[in-house]
């Protein structure tokens, strides 16, 4: 099955500083990858997603790039804010579409 | 549009006991899933419907989870009797169809504790 490993587990920042996030699957039948936020007390909710035919993509503060030969994908936040301070989950599609997830990176944005 | 929804927000149940969650899917969302958030852990799937019938139910603990979509909208899971690892945020997700590249939303999840 897929396993999915998401780097670093905890990341603190600068307010207006950038935030990295790498992850890395092993099925290399993996063509989609998105990325969830999760505040406090709610479900995950969708930010960006790439699927295998793109390496970046980019929305305002947010861009996700993709090394399909290295099998790892990447979440960049520029400009950090303090409502940027979330739990960020990466995640992998499976040939048979199930979703596999990191185990999670907690971002603080510091003021 | 309106989201996931889900019901009840928290839950605290003795060990043994038994215990029921609720969620309502995006309307006109065949695929349904039912997730487990342990903390500190991302959310693994428990099972899978497309409209009313199971598609993948292999990481199911069938000997006390049991669920159900039977009319192909809303869905009820259930947990008997409640084991003290069963403690975990439980997220109902749903997709259009559940195919390729397609975008899962998740509820605000049901937040249990087994004492």
């Known amino acids: 099955g897929e396993n999915v490993e998401q780097h670093p587990s905890t990341l603190s920042v600068q307010e207006g500083d950038s935030a990295v996030i790498k992850c890395t699957y092993s099925?290399?039948?993996?063509?989609?990858f998105p990325w969830y936020k999760q505040e406090l007390g709610k479900g995950p909710q969708l930010i960006i997603d790439?699927?295998?035919?793109?390496g970046e993509k980019k929305d305002q503060r947010i861009a996700v790039t993709l090394n399909k030969t290295a099998k790892h994908f990447s979440l960049h936040i520029t400009e950090t804010q303090p409502e940027d301070s979330a739990v960020y989950f990466c995640?992998?599609?499976?040939?048979?579409?199930?979703?596999?997830f990191g185990a999670g990176t907690t971002v603080t944005v510091r003021a | 549009e309106a989201g996931v929804a889900q019901s009840p927000r928290y839950k605290i149940i003795e060990k043994r006991q038994s215990v029921a969650f609720w969620c309502n899917p995006i309307?006109?969302?065949?695929?349904l899933y039912w997730y487990q958030q342990i903390l500190g852990q991302g959310p693994k799937l428990l099972i899978q419907?497309?409209?009313?019938?199971?598609?993948?139910d292999s990481q199911l603990p069938k000997d006390r989870f049991s669920a159900e979509r039977l009319k192909g909208v809303d869905s009820t899971l259930k947990i008997q009797p409640a084991k003290l690892e069963d403690s975990a945020v439980y997220l109902c997700?749903?997709?259009?169809?559940?195919?390729?590249?397609?975008?899962?939303?998740f509820g605000p999840g049901t937040r249990l504790l087994v004492l």
């Open positions: 997700a749903s997709s259009l169809q559940g195919g390729r590249g397609e975008t899962q939303y």
């Open positions: 099925d290399s039948a993996s063509n989609y």
């Open positions: 790439i699927r295998s035919n793109v």
């Open positions: 995640a992998a599609m499976r040939v048979d579409y199930k979703l596999s």
């Open positions: 309307s006109g969302h065949a695929t």
């Open positions: 419907f497309q409209n009313n019938g199971v598609v993948d």
